[in-house]
């Protein structure tokens, strides 16, 4: 099969189109004939040797996938040969052929295209993990979700609009901030050019919102703590702005802060069927109904991976990059 892999750590130079074995179903495996995968962060620091792959994981990059089911594992039942499914997956995704755990595999709804269902798992998972399992959003409640033209804020802004929350973003650019908002966000910042926690602190009267979902990490943590109203959730889900930071414990204590932490690839297989379930339980009815919906910037042909991480790394996406596989 073909696959993306990586020659060595570096710059997307390094990701090499490589012919390699399929993989062989595990019992509780299904393997899926990929037609397309998904672009994420992790994917370019994985690249760069800044995000190891968890032990038996695959080595090829891609954290989530669609296609058809060409085979299965011994403990498997309930599929067909051909069977379109998408779902997370813990690696293997830049390939023709990957592993998807069957209780993690999704059947893909009629309506939608291989493209749009590898662009749903990753983004829509992690929203729904952080922004309304540890930050714990509610109807009526307000929150700030940094990188707004992310596959994840998009996500983050139309599941949280859906609720009736109030939600305001930070993005780069205007063109940008016109999208999101037409997703449902009631603000936009231009992080270039404004202050985001004095623009948080005017929209709301002074008063900060209840949550943030963060992927600065620390160079955005003494700002994020200010832009929270007492008793505010921050949700960090990545350290693009560095990892390591000297924390004032005194501003956690006088607003009754609370700080979460969430990483995806990493977690036992349990752990991700549990988040699996929820995600189909609560949000993939209101994706079918089309109240909210994966947003996709652009495709690449899986041979141009290189090209498709250039264009995430120059910030140049709004919403998912899709790289497809004939």
Sequence with gaps: MK??????????EVLTLTDLP???????????????????RADTLQRRG?????????????????GEVAAWGSAVTGFEEGQGVFGLVGGGG???????????????????????????????????ETVFGQGALQPGESLLVHAGGSGVGTAAIQMAHHIGATVYFTAGSQEKI????????DAGINYKTEDFVQEIKRLTAGRGVH?????LGASYLARNLAALGPGGRLVIVATMGG???????????????????????????????????RFRE???????????????DSTYPLAEARAAHEHMEANLNFGKIILTVD
Excluded at 211 to 215: C, G, L, N, R, S
Excluded at 243 to 271: F, Q
Excluded at 282 to 296: E, F
């Design 94 to 128: 830049y390939a023709e052929f990957a592993l998807l755990d069957h209780r993690m595999a999704m059947p893909i709804p009629q309506s939608w295209s291989f493209s749009e269902a590898a662009a749903v798992p990753e983004v829509f998972f992690t929203a729904n």
């Design 178 to 185: 016109d999208r999101a908002l037409a997703l449902g966000a």
């Design 243 to 277: 990892a390591k930071v000297e924390l004032d414990l005194s501003a956690l204590m006088r607003k009754c802060l609370s700080i979460y932490g969430s990483v995806m690839r990493s977690r036992p297989l349990a752990d991700k069927r549990a988040i699996t379930e």
């Design 22 to 40: 399929p993989p062989e179903p595990k019992p509780e495996d299904l393997l899926v004939r990929v037609r397309a995968s998904a672009l994420n």
């Design 282 to 296: 609560r949000w993939l009815p209101v994706l079918l109904d089309g109240a909210i919906k994966p947003i996709i």
């Design 211 to 215: 949550v943030i979902e963060d992927f």
């Design 50 to 66: 800044q995000y190891p792959v968890p032990p038996g994981e695959s080595e090829v990059p891609g954290l989530e996938l669609a």
């Design 3 to 12: 696959a993306i892999t990586i020659a060595h750590f570096g710059g997307p």
